[in-house]
């Protein structure tokens, strides 16, 4: 293996200064090299990414799963992929219990009155039909929510109003998620009665950011809500000039069993179907906006690379598959898929997905072990000229709904997009069309586009370059 890729970082060489493809296509042995750069000078003028995802946000808009809403969305993947070109086209059932938001209020009560901007966090449970009303307990980190003594927060609301860090690669959501995730039950063990935080995001309008928590078994199960991050602070102000209580109302329900689909679409490989690039999006959103760069961008990002391969007179030797995943912000699609297709890891010769919103891709990161090689010397050469660099450190993950395919051994590949002002609007009401810039969603899909089509089309074996690299 290897004598095409070999080639091809000369062909890259080549191709980067002749920026045509017509004075080497004359040379089969460069022709790969030659088309994944053409792709992506192709994709920055290709309106079908954008197209995709306003079509999506303005004729479905929001689609949490579970809902008629979603159900709605998956039919409208399926005629937009079969439209497109793509093949065995269909729709991978699964059921699991579906939370659907409800009212949602909470009110500082006493002398002076004030509304609070809140919304339930998805999972939670729902207060007493009256809602709940108790004092507070204000942390203005979550290890001192930690370091509170068992009981020491009885009958009382936890408040943690510790802030999230802004930074280009999305760290500072990392450092700060266990803070939503595990909050609830961490506050519920020492004895509180509701748990409100200050959102995850980097904004200041009153516009709170949802998502999902995790009870942890055998805790009490207590009701949770994001605050509008003006309002924490207001929160914080008020709880040091004496006690503050708060009336906290949220009428969640769940469906059992509900249904969902992994929507699928392939570009059949024309020498070795068999194996598979699969990447992927996912099709179900938060409620409160529209999902446009959460995550209808990514979703555009991957079709509209996938659909300028499928356009390409010459087919790559293995199949392109593309899964719009259907439950991700309720962390059960990836398991979904794992679960129906167990036994063909192997097949998979890399996954990953487009979950960071709309922004440019800064930075790639490949499987360990690929960057030094052929091939990640040639997709660099390739990215670079579109403002990508190959970061030499190792995709560490390839997106929620691939963890359990990369459990099963699957190589996964992380193409890193500019997530600076992604948590700004990141699974609020805020989330919309008008937050995509067309251009830089372009760029997205160039250097995914290139990514593809390279893996596609060469004969790169990444679980070699791992074996290899260790
Ligand atoms: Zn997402």
């Known amino acids: 293996m290897g004598g095409i890729l070999r080639i091809l970082v000369v062909a890259i060489v080549l191709a980067a200064c002749a920026n045509a493809t017509s004075a080497t296509d004359a040379l089969p042995a460069n022709s790969l090299a030659v088309t994944a750069s053409s792709l992506g000078q192709r994709a920055l003028s290709d309106p079908a990414a954008f197209d995709f995802v306003a079509s999506l946000t303005t004729e479905i ?57 809140v919304t339930a966090l998805g999972g939670s449970v729902a207060t007493d039909a009256g809602g709940i009303e108790a004092e507070i307990a204000l942390f203005r980190t979550y290890d001192d929510l930690l370091s509170a003594a068992p009981g020491s927060l009885n009958g009382k609301i936890a408040v943690v109003t510790q802030r999230m860090v802004r930074a280009q690669d999305g760290s500072g959501y990392g450092a700060a998620n266990p803070i939503r995730r595990h909050g609830p039950s961490e506050a519920a063990k020492r004895g509180a009665v509701a748990y409100l935080l200050r959102s995850l995001g980097t904004d200041h309008h009153r516009l709170p950011h949802t998502g999902a928590l995790n009870y942890e078994d055998g805790v009490p199960r207590i009701p949770a809500a994001a605050l509008a991050i003006p309002d924490a602070e207001q929160l914080e102000r008020l709880a040091a000039k004496g006690p503050v209580r708060i009336r906290l109302l949220l009428t969640p329900t769940v469906r059992e069993n509900a249904p969902s689909w ?13 194996q598979v690039v699969l990447i992927g999006g996912h099709l179900d959103s938060w409620d409160l906006g529209t999902g446009a760069t959460d995550d209808g961008a990514g979703m555009a990002i991957v079709f509209g690379a996938a659909r300028l391969i499928a356009g390409l007179p010459r087919r790559p ?3 392109i598959r593309v899964v719009l995943f259907g439950a991700e912000e309720m962390n059960f699609s990836g398991a979904a898929y794992a679960q129906a297709h167990q036994g063909e890891a192997g097949k998979i010769v890399v996954a990953g ?19 030094g090689s052929d091939f990640g010397r040639a997709l660099d050469r390739i990215v670079a000229p579109l403002g990508a660099n190959l970061d030499r450190r190792p995709a560490l993950g390839g997106g929620d709904d691939i963890r359990e395919l990369q459990k099963a051994g699957v190589p996964v590949v992380s193409l890193r997009q500019d997530g600076l002002d992604y948590f700004d609007t990141h699974h609020t009401a805020d989330d919309t069309l008008d937050k995509i810039d067309p251009r830089q969603l372009d760029q997205a899909v160039a250097v995914w586009s290139a990514f593809i089509y390279l893996a596609a089309a060469s004969d790169v074996d990444f679980r070699s370059l791992a074996a290899a690299a260790k």
């Not at 993947?77 to 939370?99: D, I, M, Q, S």
């Open 61 to 117: 808009g929001q689609r949490l799963a579970g809902t008629e809403a979603h159900r709605r969305a998956v039919a409208w993947a399926e005629t937009r992929l079969k439209a497109a070109g793509f093949e065995n086209v269909h729709a991978e059932p699964f059921t699991f219990p579906a939370w659907i938001r409800g009212a949602e209020s909470a009110d500082i009560v006493g002398p002076a009155p004030q509304q609070l901007a």
């Open 262 to 274: 992994n929507v699928v679409g392939e570009i059949k490989g024309n020498e070795r179907p068999d």
């Open 317 to 319: 030797a293995r199949t």
């Open 353 to 371: 997905e487009a979950d960071f919103g709309a922004r440019n891709v800064y930075s790639v990161q490949l499987p360990a072990g690929a960057a």
